[in-house]
């Protein structure tokens, strides 16, 4: 590590303050955002959520992020953050259910309240609709996932990708009715 850091670092020249390259960061995402990569933008999240720690939309886009990166845990506690600090928003409380989802492998009862929340928060969105259907379908409750299944296809466009998955899940349960106390 030492004859790395010797052969590819400046051991004679002092170190860059913190502040000098955050500066340039945020120079380089004025004027070249495209240029920036995850960590940047990371890094640049962090520091307006250390400048303004009410704010909960750096903590939402910091999620989105590590989403992205299949960084799940790390996107939940972000999105829990800008749960704390936003209880109404319908971006916090979405990205946490699917991070939730995506940590646990299924709808987890906690996610689930989270979807049924996001359902009030933004009802057009059919998101939390789907989620909610595909937790009745995890748990046996059929005949429960078909109104949520129906809700989630009046709310997606007719060429949204999820429609063909929708309807056949609907189709399947009209060949197959659920049977009665399922």
């Known amino acids: ?96 259910a699917r991070a939730l989802v995506a940590q646990e492998g299924v709808v987890s009862p906690q996610a689930l309240e989270l979807f049924k929340r996001v359902a009030v928060l933004s009802p057009h969105d059919p998101v939390p609709w789907l989620y909610q259907a595909l937790a009745a379908r995890q748990a046996g409750r059929l005949a429960d996932s078909e109104p949520l299944w129906r809700e989630t296809l009046k709310r997606l466009p007719s060429d949204d990708p999820r429609h063909a998955m929708v309807t056949s899940m609907l189709e399947e349960l009209k060949a197959k009715p659920p049977q009665a106390g399922r």
């Open 1 to 96: 590590v030492l004859g790395l850091y010797l052969a590819l670092g400046r051991p004679s020249q002092p170190d860059e303050p913190a502040a000098g390259r955050m500066a340039a960061l945020e120079k380089r995402a004025a004027t070249a955002p495209d240029s920036l990569g995850p960590g940047d933008l990371l890094a640049l999240l962090d520091a307006r959520a250390k400048a303004d720690p009410s704010a909960f939309q750096p903590y939402v886009f910091k999620g989105q992020i590590l989403a992205e990166q299949g960084r799940d845990a790390e996107a939940a506690r972000a999105f829990a953050s800008a749960l704390e600090r936003a209880p109404d928003s319908p971006d916090a409380a979405l990205g946490l």
